[in-house]
């Protein structure tokens, strides 16, 4: 039961409650097993553009701003119902984390296409210094 539920991604959590045992007992056997399961619950959100899921065209700074401003402008306007109130606070509070967060993640997309140029390079050049001392 053990083998399946890993084989099925299942989290170590789960499998503990459901085999009436701790999660460190779970990681233990299945260690010892040499079994493999990603524990939903301990995964950090990684902030790198080789694992999210992203769509193809991100919205702009200024597009997000817009939203923000309308949200804005819209929230002004008097008669507002309760929902709609709601509903801009949350379209007003999402487009501020955008605009907070879309130039540290545009840079780290950056540093991080660089960082594999660089690691190209010096895989060429390795590759380069292999041969040069084989034939030396």
């Known amino acids: 039961m053990l083998r399946e539920l890993a084989e099925a ?3 170590f959590s ?7 045992k701790t999660p460190e007992a779970v990681r233990a ?4 097993l040499s079994l493999e399961v990603v524990d939903k619950h301990s995964l950090q ?15 702009s700074l ?5 939203m923000l401003s309308g ?16 509903r801009l606070q949350v ?4 487009a501020r984390i955008y605009c907070d967060k879309l130039p540290d993640f545009l840079h780290v997309r950056d540093v991080e296409k660089r960082l594999f140029e660089l690691e190209a390079k010096y ?12 034939s030396a």
């Open 9 to 11: 991604g299942v989290s």
């Open 14 to 20: 789960d499998i503990a409650v459901k085999l009436g």
């Open 29 to 32: 056997k299945m260690k010892r």
């Open 45 to 59: 959100p990684r902030l790198s553009t080789t694992t999210a899921i992203l769509p193809e065209n991100l919205i």
């Open 62 to 66: 200024e597009e997000a701003l817009k």
């Open 71 to 86: 949200a804005l402008k819209a929230a002004c306007q008097p008669g507002l119902t309760k929902v709609e109130v709601q």
């Open 91 to 94: 379209v007003a509070a999402l």
């Open 123 to 134: 895989a060429e050049n390795a590759g380069k210094a292999a041969k040069g001392h084989g």
